[in-house]
């Protein structure tokens, strides 16, 4: 399967602290995406990591793909209010961008 | 810019109706995707558009779904006749056309459907 699966599923954190998430996929991609949705919302485009690339960093983002095994994590830093969402990592390739079922984070005030 | 727009917002209907869900993209991208998103299933990409043309509309559920892009600023996606299963947010994505399908999308806000 192409599509990417995230764990943890659900994330519970402290305003402050760092949120890690991962991703694996089963199949060779060209590129890994991150998106994230607020409730009743669409998904919003974070950051966008090619096969050839180990690490990328946006902001208080930083994202990693390790290609040999197949994962990706995504990384947000001193996490805030705001950041409570659904984040999705979406795989491109086999002609199509496959998403995963999404982790959803909580940040507490 | 406005962003992919999507008409309704919210649509309930009775099982049997017929089911329009509208989409504009954002202008100058010439690909636009449609997803549907429950639960159980997370997101699924149920067909995409290049240039107008469908591409690859293998996600279609079944022939009660349809989808059509008539030029490049509008699309629908019509359920004819509708069930309850049908029920789930549907979203409408557009992109700009280097490197489709792998470009980063934008998303609609989404039409969240209800069919009882």
């Known amino acids: 399967s192409q599509q990417g699966e995230e764990d943890p599923q659900a994330l519970s954190i402290q305003e402050g602290e760092n949120a890690t998430m991962n991703c694996s996929y089963k199949?060779?991609?060209?590129?890994l995406q991150w998106y994230r949705q607020n409730s009743g919302r669409g998904l919003v485009h974070l950051i966008l990591?090619?096969?050839?690339?180990r690490e990328k960093h946006s902001g208080r983002l930083r994202v990693t793909l390790d290609t040999s095994k197949k994962s990706s994590s995504l990384l947000i830093t001193a996490s805030r209010a705001a950041d409570t969402a659904s984040y999705f990592c979406?795989?491109?390739?086999?002609?199509?961008?496959?998403f995963g079922k999404g982790n959803q984070v909580v940040v507490i005030p | 810019d406005a962003g992919v727009i999507q008409s309704p917002r919210h649509e309930v209907t009775e099982m049997g109706q017929e089911v329009t869900l509208r989409c504009k993209p954002i202008?100058?991208?010439?690909?636009l995707f449609w997803y549907r998103q429950t639960m159980m299933r997370g997101l699924e990409l149920l067909i995409y558009?290049?240039?107008?043309?469908?591409?690859?509309d293998s996600g279609m559920p079944e022939d009660r779904f349809s989808a059509k892009m008539p030029n490049a600023s509008f699309s629908t996606l019509k359920i004819q006749p509708s069930e309850p299963r049908d029920s789930a947010v549907y979203f409408c994505?557009?992109?700009?056309?280097?490197?489709?399908?792998?470009?980063?999308?934008?998303f609609g806000p989404g039409t969240r459907l209800t069919v009882l």
């Open positions: 979406a795989t491109a390739g086999n002609n199509r961008l496959a």
């Open positions: 990591i090619r096969s050839n690339e």
């Open positions: 202008s100058g991208h010439n690909s």
């Open positions: 199949t060779s991609i060209n590129n």
């Open positions: 558009f290049n240039n107008n043309v469908p591409i690859d």
């Open positions: 994505a557009s992109t700009h056309p280097d490197r489709v399908p792998y470009n980063e999308q934008f």
